[in-house]
């Protein structure tokens, strides 16, 4: 047993079972702050008939997987189009912020500084967060030599960075958007291997990756297969890529609906399924090399459910946690 800030870090015997702590009291002020901001921010856009389509504000897109046009709408959320493609069965926003928007948000937003404030603050949150994040650098630590050299994408305020640098003799890489985490970050990982742009726009100066790591980013992301390739070439032959991505179809969403908090289209661009992640892995010469769940029950949900094992392994064995886990490794021809 580890101890980490007051943690209690145990050795994950068993990664098919979820990280729980008791999350029936996620929703703090803080929490709520978010979703607020987000909604507002959303709402606060130009709309005509109920949407957002201002060329200034957004981009009207094929599928960002496969490129197909051949999708059909779910539903509208805030003025911005969900719609699932025909072909390889991913859901995407059809009228998404343009990436000149995207970054001013990412940069400089209010509601993402709450995300990162309220995961800091929230005592649950926070344990909760540290243990999934033990759990995977586990997982990783198992998957590489002890020096192994990591990339993580989205870093955010540096948590899963923190841990890293705390537990492991990893050579750390970070990449961040956000202005407010940027000084944290260079104390963990340094100035030279702090980076501030698209994945695909950034020199490595020849730097290989064993390790590429995304918690929480790629539903962000606008091209995912421009992205993808670019991780193909730093990611070393024998290197791993951990994905975390919300699950649209879960049974939070199936007993929430549209007020289930994975759908903020103003910035969750992307809802992969098993499927999807598939089609794009094959397209950019990755394989999924494993695939776990996370999070079966979110706190909204309790009020609605009959809590117990049975209906945990019900939501398992049904692929309907919150978050989708997937490791991913080069695709052998």
């Not at 998404?96 to 800091?120: A, C, H, I, M």
């Not at 699950?247 to 809802?271: D, E, Q, T, W």
């Not at 019900?314 to 490794?329: A, K, M, P, R, T």
């Amino acid at each position: 047993m580890i101890n980490y800030k007051g943690i209690e870090i145990p050795h994950f015997e068993d990664f098919e079972k979820p990280v729980h702590v008791e999350n029936r009291n996620f929703r703090t002020k803080n929490t709520d702050k978010y979703f607020e901001l987000s909604s507002n921010e959303a709402i606060n856009f130009p709309h005509e008939d109920g949407l957002v389509i201002s060329k200034d504000y957004v981009r009207f897109i094929s599928c960002p997987v496969c490129n197909s046009d051949n999708n059909k709408q779910l539903f509208v959320k805030w003025g911005f189009k969900i719609s699932v493609c025909k072909v390889c069965e991913h859901t995407f926003v059809k009228n998404q912020l343009t990436p000149g928007k995207l970054g001013e948000l990412y940069k400089s937003s209010e509601v993402d500084n709450q995300f990162q404030l309220r995961k800091k603050q929230d005592k649950a949150l926070n344990k909760y967060w540290t243990l999934l994040y033990a759990k995977y650098l586990q997982k990783l630590k198992e998957n590489t030599n002890k020096n192994a050299t990591l990339l993580d994408v989205g870093a955010g305020g540096g948590d899963f960075l923190s841990l890293c640098d705390e537990l492991t003799e990893f050579e750390l890489h970070a990449m961040e958007f956000s202005e407010n985490s940027s000084e944290l970050l260079k104390s963990i990982v340094g100035i030279d291997h702090l980076y501030r742009d698209k994945i695909s726009n950034t020199n490595f100066n020849k730097n290989k990756f064993d390790i590429i790591t995304m918690f929480g980013v790629l539903e962000h992301i606008d091209d995912p297969v421009k992205e993808f390739n670019k991780c193909k070439e730093i990611l070393r032959k024998d290197g791993k890529m951990l994905i975390l991505v919300p699950n649209l179809y879960c049974r939070a969403f199936k007993i929430l609906g549209l007020s289930v908090p994975m759908l903020n289209p103003r910035s969750h661009l992307n809802y992969f399924n098993k499927e999807s992640m598939k089609f794009l892995c094959n397209k950019t010469g990755f394989k999924i090399q494993e695939y776990f769940q996370e999070l079966p029950v979110i706190d909204l949900m309790y009020d609605f459910i009959d809590y117990g094992d049975k209906l945990v392994n019900e939501i398992l064995d049904g692929n309907e946690s919150y978050y989708s886990v997937y490791l991913l490794s080069h695709k052998t021809e």
